[in-house]
Nanobody
Framework: VQLQASGGGLVQAGGSLRLSCTAS????????MGWYRQAPGKERELVAI???????KKYADSVKGRFSISRDNAEKTYLQMNSLKPEDTAVYYC??????????WGQGTLVTVSS
């Protein structure tokens, strides 16, 4: 499975961005897709994750009510980020795992929120 992320950029506090992740390869084996982020000097943390049928989602407490994860089909996952804060500044990584618990990572996309 290969993951391609896009949609990062620079936005003012209070603004919105939408991240996209497109999977290719053995997409039939994907179980969950989601997003992690890593801010400078901090560990990578889970932002949001969704199961393949969209019936289960999980969010970090820090983004609940502001971010929304969705899946278009087996290939695409989106992260709608609203009411962005400077502390949301990080490199965001697309993530997927499969039924064999193998994990896959996309390249990071930088999100910068200015105050």
């Amino acid at each position: 499975v290969q993951l391609q992320a896009s949609g990062g950029g620079l936005v003012q506090a209070g603004g919105s961005l939408r991240l996209s992740c497109t999977a290719s390869g053995s997409i039939f084996s994907i179980d969950r897709m989601g997003w992690y982020r890593q801010a400078p000097g901090k560990e990578r943390e889970l932002v949001a994750i969704i199961i393949i049928d969209g019936g289960w989602k999980k969010y970090a407490d820090s983004v609940k009510g502001r971010f929304s994860i969705s899946r278009d089909n087996a290939e695409k996952t989106y992260l709608q980020m609203n009411s962005l804060k400077p502390e949301d500044t990080a490199v965001y990584y697309c993530y997927a795992d499969d039924v064999d618990t193998d994990e896959y990572w996309g390249q990071g996309t930088l999100v910068t929120v200015s105050s």
